[in-house]
């Protein structure tokens, strides 16, 4: 079956910088687009990156354009989510998520998911 296996988090402070990464099996990866989601307690979740199945076209919202960055390595079957300049919050929890259908832009409707990584940003 498809899993998409998230690592990387932890705790870091305010101003600095932390890469994720999901692993994926079980599908044939350089097929999908690839994109992160994060989600803190109480809150909707929120979208923060996309990268096609080539990796040659990416999104981000405004709220994280220019900190994050997306990247991917289809002989790895991984995509990565780079973090910098990180704002304080408390935790949330970053997803990964799989996209058969995404060319571009802020709609992605994903079709499988990763159970997550927390991260926590302190003051």
Known sequence: QVQLVEAGGGLVQAGGSLRLSCA???????SYAMGWFRQ????????????TWSGGS??????VRGRFTISRDNAKNT?????????PEGPA???????RLYNSGKSYQADYWGQGTQVTVSS
Do not use: W
């Not at 803190?40 to 990268?51: C, L």
């Not at 929890?93 to 996209?99: L, T």
């Open 79 to 87: 995509v990565y989510l780079h973090m910098n300049s990180l704002t």
């Open 93 to 99: 929890v970053y997803s990964c998520a799989a996209a």
């Open 40 to 51: 803190a307690p109480g809150k909707e979740r929120e979208f923060v990156a996309a990268i």
């Open 58 to 63: 990416t999104y981000y919202p405004d709220s």
């Open 24 to 30: 994926a099996s079980g599908l044939t990866f350089s």
